[in-house]
């Protein structure tokens, strides 16, 4: 889940980059890996005719069932467990009875869980039914995008700002558009710490990835324009001109090799 602006905002400062231990980095393992099984098991049941609230309610139960708690309920007054985020909305869709997926639907499940007090979040793209092919390709290519993020920071003397740097001219290419309204963060104790991780192409001075520091890389790519709007109960955010929108997402570590996915399954 992202905060309002995720840490703040697309300009804040890298003020103190947390180094994790071991010890912290396996906890955050654990609860990373109870969001992965939840998630894998919430896109399941993205059918025709499920409405969005049963599968949060899934959510809130498996988290709970399997000793964790769901970080959204309650997160500055948010009211469900998960984002769940259809078509057209970018992020922070709000799960509702009225809300049934239909053929055809593309929706984005986000999942922080929290375990022995650490927060795993990852989300990834859902398909329900048939959906046509450019809808497909936006929503591979913001996995791609994902990926590609995620291998740039794991490069030798790799800065926060090269993960933006490499997702910007895929989703160029494509002919879809990076929101920059919303972007990556540090987790660990905190839900969103520094720093803040910028998905698109930018010229911030940021500092190199240092062994041990913990983050999220989950680019936003949008069909059409980058720009996005809030609607009226201050959390759901969509894409100013109504165009479809996809989202991946994982957390991860940066070690002495590079980088270590935090948000799989065990």
């Known amino acids: 889940m992202h905060g309002k602006k995720k840490s703040g905002n697309t300009k804040a400062t890298m003020a103190h980059i947390k180094v994790k231990t071991q010890k912290e980095i396996e906890l955050i393992r654990s609860a990373g890996a109870l969001a992965a ?4 098991r919430a896109g399941e049941m993205c059918k025709p005719g499920v409405s969005t609230l ?15 708690i769901s970080a959204c309920m309650g997160y500055h007054g948010y009211p469900r467990y998960a984002c769940i985020s259809l078509n057209e909305v970018i992020c ?11 053929d055809g639907d593309i929706l984005n499940i986000d999942i922080t869980t929290i375990l022995s007090g650490y927060h795993g979040d990852t989300s990834a793209m ?3 039914g048939n959906v046509k092919p450019e809808v497909k390709e936006l929503v591979a290519t913001a996995k791609l995008c994902m990926e590609e993020g995620i291998k740039a920071a794991g490069l030798p003397g790799a800065r926060f700002s090269d993960i933006g740097n490499a997702i910007q001219p895929i989703a160029d290419e494509h002919g879809f558009s990076v929101v920059e309204d919303y972007c990556g963060h540090g987790i ?3 839900f969103h710490e520094e720093p803040t ?11 190199l990835i240092e062994v041990g520091n913990v983050f999220t890389i989950e680019p936003m790519i949008n069909m059409g324009k980058p720009g996005t709007r809030t609607l009226k109960d201050g959390w759901t955010a969509v894409s100013c001109d109504g165009s479809l ?12 090799s590079g980088i270590d996915i935090l ?3 065990r």
């Open 37 to 40: 099984e939840t998630l894998i």
């Open 54 to 68: 049963e599968i949060d309610e899934f959510i809130g139960n498996f988290t709970k069932k399997n000793g964790g």
């Open 92 to 102: 922070h869709g709000i799960p509702d009875a009225q809300t049934i997926l239909k």
């Open 126 to 128: 859902f398909l329900v």
């Open 188 to 190: 660990g104790r905190g």
């Open 197 to 207: 991780v910028l998905h698109f192409a930018n010229n911030e001075h940021t500092p």
């Open 245 to 256: 929108s996809a989202q991946w997402e994982h957390t991860m570590v940066r070690t002495k």
């Open 263 to 265: 948000t799989l399954p």
